[in-house]
């Protein structure tokens, strides 16, 4: 198989505010050419032997493979949880003319 050029990286955070802040840190880093934030969520997990219900948030952030190691430590430095979700789903295909979008808008030095 073979790597994925573009991925769609998933996290959550427990509000708006919190959401927009990543979501801004990482498109201004260009870590991530968009960010999607879907209104809030219900997940149910087990944390520390007990099950928890909570109110979150998720993003959607896309980026290149490449861009995929900076992107999951600037989340991790950036998030107050101790262990975020940071899960990123292979972009099989896509249209050419965004998938070249994401890219131009991951590149580190691509003019403002």
Request: net charge negative; with cysteine; proline share 5%.
């Amino acid at each position: 198989m073979t790597t994925p050029a573009w991925l769609t990286v998933l996290t959550t955070t427990d509000s708006e505010e919190k959401a927009h802040a990543l979501a801004q840190g990482a498109v201004e880093a260009r870590l991530a050419a968009c960010v999607q934030i879907s209104a809030p969520v219900t997940s149910v997990y087990r944390w520390q032997n007990a099950i928890e219900t909570t109110e979150e948030w998720q993003l959607l952030l896309k980026t290149t493979a490449e861009r995929y190691d900076e992107l999951e430590a600037h989340l991790l430095a950036a998030h107050d949880y101790g262990t975020p979700e940071v899960i990123a789903l292979p972009v099989v295909r896509g249209s050419a003319r965004y998938l070249d979008w994401v890219s131009s808008e991951t590149t580190p030095d691509a003019p403002l």
